[in-house]
T-cell receptor
Framework: EDKVVQSPLSLVVHEGDTVTLNCSYE??????LLWYKQEKKAPTFLFML????IEKKSGRLSSILDKKELFSILNITATQTGDSAIYRCAVRSGGGADGLTFGKGTHLIIQP | NAGVTQTPKFRILKIGQSMTLQCTQD?????MYWYRQDPGMGLKLIYY???????DKGEVPNGYNVSRSTTEDFPLRLELAAPSQTSVYFCASSNGALDYGYTFGSGTRLTVV
């Protein structure tokens, strides 16, 4: 059974801090790893990672994948209160479903 | 461009009632999915479809049915609602390409009492 584990489950920091969110996985036929930000409604897509060691960057957010050690990290620098959300990691496997296995998410709270 | 549209946004059902959650997308995506999200849990795949006329079970299909008569629409049917089906339901679509993330609808919050 495919498994995705995120840590920490919750994190409270102050504005301006840098945070690192972790995602480890065990899946058969790995295809890609995706990061989503979920505020009040549906998850919104952040990054898709398929190759090890190549950093993807968007503004203050960046992410990297390690396919040997089976994990990914999501970094957010100079955090702002608008970064408060649940960050979800999902892995897409090559199994028949072609769906995603989601982790439980990291609930990030940025305090002013 | 509407993306993925789900209706209704909220619904309360009595045990044993039936309903259909609607999902439509205007991006010409072949792949569509239904997920449920329970508090403190990751999203779990209920059913998916890789194209019109093709559907298959995901991780938690019991108590649900789907159909895909067109590329645009992927309704989810609950035949005999049970309290365990109280959840937030998300529909998603993708074009299946490796470098493309999924687009989610805004969700349907369903309560079964």
């Amino acid at each position: 059974e495919d498994k995705v584990v995120q840590s920490p489950l919750s994190l409270v920091v102050h504005e301006g801090d840098t945070v690192t969110l972790n995602c480890s996985y065990e899946v058969t036929n790995f295809r890609s790893l995706l990061w989503y930000k979920q505020e009040k409604k549906a998850p919104t897509f952040l990054f898709m990672l398929t190759s090890s060691g190549i950093e993807k960057k968007s503004g203050r957010l960046s992410s990297i994948l390690d396919k040997k050690e089976l994990f990914s990290i999501l970094n957010i620098t100079a955090t702002q209160t608008g970064d408060s959300a649940i960050y979800r990691c999902a892995v897409r496997s090559g199994g028949g479903a072609d769906g995603l296995t989601f982790g439980k998410g990291t609930h990030l709270i940025i305090q002013p | 461009n509407a993306g993925v549209t789900q209706t209704p946004k909220f619904r309360i059902l009595k045990i044993g009632q039936s309903m259909t959650l609607q999902c439509t997308q205007d991006m010409n995506h072949n792949y569509m999915y239904w997920y449920r999200q329970d508090p403190g849990m990751g999203l779990k795949l209920i059913y998916y479809s890789v194209g019109a006329g093709i559907t298959d079970k995901g991780e938690v299909p019991n108590g649900y049915n789907v159909s895909r008569s067109t590329t645009e629409d992927f309704p989810l049917r609950l035949e005999l609602a049970a309290p365990s089906q109280t959840s937030v339901y998300f529909c998603a679509s993708s074009n299946g390409a490796l470098d493309y993330g999924y687009t989610f609808g805004s969700g349907t919050r369903l309560t079964v009492v």
